[in-house]
């Protein structure tokens, strides 16, 4: 089992940053990947971003590629998504996930997911 916990959201103007941390525990050997999922309002639940803890390979939705960064501290079982430029159509619910698949692109292989942190931009 894996716990994740997300952290960071908050209310920024379009054009601004934020960072989102996402905490992993207990049994972390088993996780390939971790994901960054987002849900708006009527919205399905869209893939964000993947980053493998062994390789650090990448993986960016065509929407944020270019804006948003994903990275990870393996040393604290932390994985972060840094948000640039952003849009009021970034205005989500930002999930984490792990995953034990290398099909870490797609919300069907990841087994854990976080609470949840709430981004919400302004125009």
């Known amino acids: 089992q894996v716990q994740v916990a997300e952290s960071g959201g908050g209310l920024v103007q379009a054009g601004g940053s934020l960072r989102l941390s996402c905490a992993a525990s207990?049994?972390?050997?088993?996780?390939?990947?971790m994901g960054w999922f987002r849900q708006a309002p009527g919205k399905e639940r869209q893939f964000v971003a993947a980053?493998?803890?062994?390789?650090?390979?990448?993986h960016y939705a065509d929407t944020v590629k270019g804006r948003f960064t994903i990275s990870r501290d393996n040393a604290k079982n932390t994985v972060y998504l840094q948000l640039n430029s952003l849009k009021p159509d970034d205005t989500a619910v930002y999930y984490c996930?792990?995953?034990?698949?290398?099909?870490?692109?797609?919300?069907?292989?990841?087994?854990?997911w976080g609470q949840g942190t709430q981004v919400t931009v302004s125009s």
């Open positions: 996930a792990s995953t034990r698949s290398n099909r870490y692109y797609t919300s069907l292989a990841y087994d854990y």
């Open positions: 207990g049994r972390t050997f088993s996780s390939y990947a």
């Open positions: 980053i493998t803890w062994s390789g650090g390979t990448t």
